[in-house]
Structures are given as structure tokens and as C-alpha cells.
């Protein structure tokens, strides 16, 4: 039995074949085109998934989706999703019926979660949280066993932790949330605000590939000992060790896995991190927790597969 796993990202939706050990078999994208609207978007949706079911028949049994923003997992409905413009989409009924398999769908943190107890974990630990360290964050949390939504399906929205009282502003329009922080945007703004020359910078550490002031060129500027580099990712990873504190003081899983872009730069601010976890008074929470980086870039979509294929043979 085979289950399929959607990512709607900003430009590009994801779709993955997937068995019932996590291994991919089969991957499909399209552009996402949110502009063309949801209707537009679910026949192209629509078609791909076709395309899979003419190599994969029968052995196809459901669909898990994940899309960025506010969703309600009970009625299949996106009811807000910044990167897409889009509110109140109806998703999984319509895609049922378009295709005849079950449909899931959730927050794409809560699929990366999934696939994080599933794949990483082999559901080894019954309680996990997963923080997905991108341009946003966000986190999803497996709670007994089960991934937790709260009472409305909104559990996780980490990135917006306020951390420090009245600082940075964040793109949610609050101050000193999380994500103004430690998401990808805010580690390069705090970066610029310390590097006197951005193009000379680039220059000299960027991959030369890819010559962009991003935080794989801020990496690369603190393996070469830049010591204003350095000085960020410790700072990222005291505000990241602060936040982490609270979450493992209040759920106190087994397992925490970092996930997303940012995480790459593990080795500059996972000392910091540490650090302030260590500072806790309460120390039996952080005693034996095991923290854990996933380099799966597709954690979501997998995670996705599983869940939908989870759901439909309960
Ligand atoms: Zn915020």
C-alpha cells in the first residue's frame, strides 16, 4: 500500500509516492501559481495526482497534504495562508472527489513533525517536537503518540513565542517573537546590521555558485572565523536555547528535532543552544532530552504520505 504526500509551497508544489516505510518511490512538482486561484490550482493538482495513479493504480490508498498557514485539519479547509494570498479554501473534499482517495491535510510543521516520529524516529519516542528553523518558523508537536492540534488546530505556532518583551518586530506585526529572531530573515538582518561591507562580504564567503548574502554564506563566513558571523549564529542559538527551554519546560518530550534551512548552521549555534538549555533551574526536562538535526529537505511531503496513509487505514 502506497500513500501520496502534497507540500503546497509558495512556487512549487510537492507530491511524493511513498510506501508504507517512509522510502520514495515516485516524485512530482508543478508550479504552484497561487495567483490563477484555487480553482485553478486543484485541476492541476488534480492532474498530477492522476499522473501517479496511472503507474501506481490500485496500490495508491490515500493522500496527506501540507500547506504553510492556518489550517483546520477537521474540515480540510486553508483557512489562511500568507504565501498564497489565499482564505477559507475548502481542499480535501474537493480533491476527494476529483481523485477517490482519502484526503488529510494539516499544517505543513505538524506533516514535518509526522515524518520526524515516523522516518527519524521510527517511533521510538511517543513524545516529539519539531521546530522547522526557515524564513519561518514553525513547530508541530506528537504528544503520546498522537500529533496534537489544540483546541481549534492552531498548536504550534512556536515562530510567534514572544521571547524578548517589546523587541524585534516580526512579520506577524508583533514585537520580539521567536521568528524575528531566529528565522532566516532576522539572522540576516541582525547579520547586515553588524557587517560593514555586504557586497565585499559576499564576495568573499558567499558559494560562488550561488553569490547571495544568505544564511549559507554566513555559515561559510563563520568556518573561516568572521567573527561577526560567529557572533550571530551564538547569538541565534542563545535566543533559539531560550525558546527551546520553555517549550521542553512545558511538554517535556523525548525527542526534539530541528529541521529547515537554518538548522545546516547546527555547528555555530548548537553551543549557544546548549548553553541555555543548561541554564535552566529545572533540570530534569533537559537531562535527558536528545536533540536531533533531520537534513531531509522533504521531511514535510513524506511526513504528509505517512499521515494520510496513517489516517485512512486506522
Ligand atoms: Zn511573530
Redesign the pocket.
Known sequence: MLGIGIDIGGTNTKLVVVNRAGKALAHERFKTEACNGPASFLKRLGAAVGELRRDYGRQLVSIGMGAAGDVDPERGVLRFAPNLGWRNVKLTAPLEKLTGLPCAMENDANMAAWGAYEIELGRKFGDVLTLTLGTGIGSGMILGGKLYHGASGTAGEA??MKIVPDGRL?????KG?L??YCGSRSILARARELIKNEAAFVRKYADPARPKFNTICLTRAAAAGHPAARRVWAETGHYLGCGLASLILVLNPGCVVLTGGVSRALKWFMPSLRKALCGQQIKTPFARVKIKISDDADLGSHGAALFGLERALK
Open positions: 515562530g510567534h516580526c512579520g506577524c506585526g508583533g517573537c521568528e524575528a
